[in-house]
């Protein structure tokens, strides 16, 4: 027969790891929403799983020629040289972003084709490339 003194601390033992898993459960399902995964254009592309409309990072080269600016918006594309994709942002861009040099821009797609971003991120170095975009470029030659 148990006593008074082992059911209280099973109660509280059962109690603490019911709690400790459902805050650990609360804590990966709100890290994983919060998430935003690098993607090249063919990623976006080829992948059915891609939803219209979620905040994503989209990584690659700008193409050669493709920048359009306006007074209020800017308008390139991004390629892993396989795909492009459409990019708009309204904003200033930093300083490193040239032509033929490394992008990231987080935001949301529009359609397959036409990325909407809210930030535009450049390379920080001239000999610096993400590991990810390096593979894509090796590969696509």
């Known amino acids: ?4 003194k082992v059911k209280n601390r099973i109660l509280f033992l ?3 790891i ?11 399902k709100i890290l994983n929403n919060n998430l935003l995964f690098f993607k090249t254009p063919s990623d976006l592309i080829e ?3 891609i939803k219209i409309g979620k905040s994503i990072r989209l990584g690659g080269m700008v193409k050669k020629n493709s920048i359009v ?3 209020d918006e ?6 892993d040289f ?4 459409i990019v708009s942002y309204k904003g200033a861009v930093p300083n490193l972003f040239l032509e033929e040099k490394g992008v990231v821009a987080e935001g949301f797609l529009k359609d397959k084709k036409y990325f909407i971003a809210n930030r535009v991120l450049a ?3 001239e000999n610096y490339m993400p590991p990810e975009l390096k593979e894509v470029i090796k590969n696509a030659k």
């Open 1 to 4: 027969m148990l006593t008074k």
């Open 14 to 16: 059962t109690l603490f």
């Open 18 to 28: 019911t709690i400790l898993v459902v805050f650990i459960f609360y804590l990966a």
């Open 47 to 49: 992948n059915q799983n």
């Open 69 to 71: 600016a306006t007074s």
């Open 74 to 79: 800017i308008k390139f594309i991004i390629t």
């Open 82 to 85: 396989k795909n492009e994709i």
């Open 123 to 125: 390379k920080h170095d």
